[in-house]
């Protein structure tokens, strides 16, 4: 049974819901493989040919027939060279072919000997081990055979990936196109860096720190960002925003506005040019959450406090996007880790708390947890996602959630 408060919706319900409001946005655009980290493959990867293509040796040294050694050391001479690149004649019976690391493997050659256990000796070669069939020898299609899925549709693109696929020779890449998102806060206390110098900030005045932020994370998931600003305290400017930003962008991303006071105009206004389906979930920070429509735009309000506004980006706006890549991974991992911290102040919603990981491998907790505390943020490296109404003891296994999985 549920503990959260009435009329707020739990988390797991909340992203269900908006997940099914995401479509994939259905444009393809071909960009080069250099170019295309981070972004979401648009088809399979099906390879044309073996990786690598042909037996090959991983060392530097000498290839040979191990059934020539009759005993150790043996000698043989040394009848071709071989480097990576060239091509390889088969081998003479009682011979070896000097080789060199990523140089195919000569006809007839079933081993490598590196060249620390062999001694030259003029044409000659004196092997001081014995071999065994195979070593140091790369297998065609070892990394990838011919007709496989390098990469599957959906697929979130990394810098090992690109490598990947320039292995198997692709130049471009078909990507899904990058989701455009208009951007903008409110709140007439609101003033941006270098507009002010802080010994001159009027009384209640702060600086925008959400807009830099989360303006960073957009670009991270790979959107193409319109900075809209900071949007007065008023509904008839709330509005001609919201209008405005429609008309061109796949999302419209607020933050601030979405809480219950007389100056928070984003409902009424949203309401106003479209509707509101989801309203304030059951987590702590982040309940003042929002999500509707524009006209045919997507609209995501954020609350204001930067914790929440950051928080639930990782946990909301984060698989939404990913889903309208067409992204096929949108959770992340959870690790269950020990925490080193009393919590005793169980909350009716789910809290994510902001920790750290310490030399001993438990979880530390930072002191202060306000939502208005973005310094949290910053020391932690992860939130631990503790249920409604639980309390956790020093020790206790908790559900951790990586930055590094979510950034």
């Known amino acids: 049974m549920s503990t959260a408060r009435p009329g707020l919706r739990a988390l797991d319900d909340a992203l269900a819901e908006l997940l099914g409001f995401a479509s994939v946005l259905a444009d393809v655009e071909s960009v080069p493989t250099f170019d295309a980290d981070g972004r979401v493959l648009a088809q399979d990867l099906i390879s044309a040919l073996h990786v690598p293509p042909q037996d090959n040796s991983s060392m530097d040294g000498y ?3 191990c059934a020539d050694l009759t005993q150790i050391p043996g000698v043989l001479a ?22 060199f690391t ?41 990394d990838v055979t011919l007709g496989a899925t390098v990469l599957a ?23 899904r196109r990058r989701p455009r998102v208009a951007l903008f806060s409110t709140g007439d206390e609101l003033v941006m860096p270098g507009q002010v110098a802080p010994a001159d900030m009027k009384p209640g005045a702060i600086y925008n720190s959400n807009r830099f932020f989360l303006r960073a994370l957009l670009l991270r998931l790979g959107c193409e960002v319109t900075d809209l600003g900071i949007v007065p305290d008023r509904l008839d400017a709330t509005v001609q925003a919201l209008r405005s930003a429609a008309s061109e962008h796949d999302l419209i991303l607020t933050s601030g506005g979405v809480s219950v006071g007389e100056e928070d105009h984003i409902k009424p206004a949203v309401q106003s040019l ?3 389906t989801l309203w304030q979930i059951a987590i702590k920070p982040g309940k003042p959450f929002a999500y509707g429509r524009v006209q045919d735009t997507h609209f995501i309000g954020l609350p204001g406090n930067p914790v929440s ?15 309208l890549l067409g992204a096929t991974d949108l959770a992340p991992s959870t690790i269950a880790a020990q925490a080193h911290f009393n919590w005793p102040r169980a909350d009716r919603r789910r809290e994510f708390l902001r920790v ?3 030399a001993a491998g438990g979880l530390e907790l930072f002191p202060n947890q306000s939502s208005g505390v973005l310094t949290s943020a910053v020391w932690a490296d992860g939130l631990v996602d503790n249920a409604p109404g639980q309390t956790i003891q020093h020790g206790d296994s908790v559900r951790f959630i990586p930055f590094a999985e979510v950034l």
Not at 116 to 130: A, T
């Open 63 to 65: 290839a040979l027939r």
């Open 78 to 99: 040394v009848h071709q060279r071989i480097a990576a690149g060239s091509p390889a004649a088969p081998l003479a019976a009682g011979s070896a072919a000097r080789i």
């Open 102 to 142: 990523g140089a195919p493997i000569p006809t007839g050659a079933d081993a490598v000997v590196m060249q620390e256990d062999c001694e030259l000796q003029g044409d000659r070669v004196q092997i001081n081990v014995r071999p065994l069939p195979g070593q140091w020898i790369r297998r065609a299609g070892e």
């Open 153 to 175: 549709s959906g697929s979130r693109l990394t810098p090992a990936s690109l490598g990947l696929a320039a292995s198997i020779g692709m130049a471009t890449l078909p990507v």
């Open 274 to 276: 479209g509707e509101l």
């Open 309 to 323: 506004s950051y928080v639930t980006f990782l946990l909301l706006v984060r698989p939404f996007l990913l889903k």
């Open 356 to 358: 750290r990981r310490n």
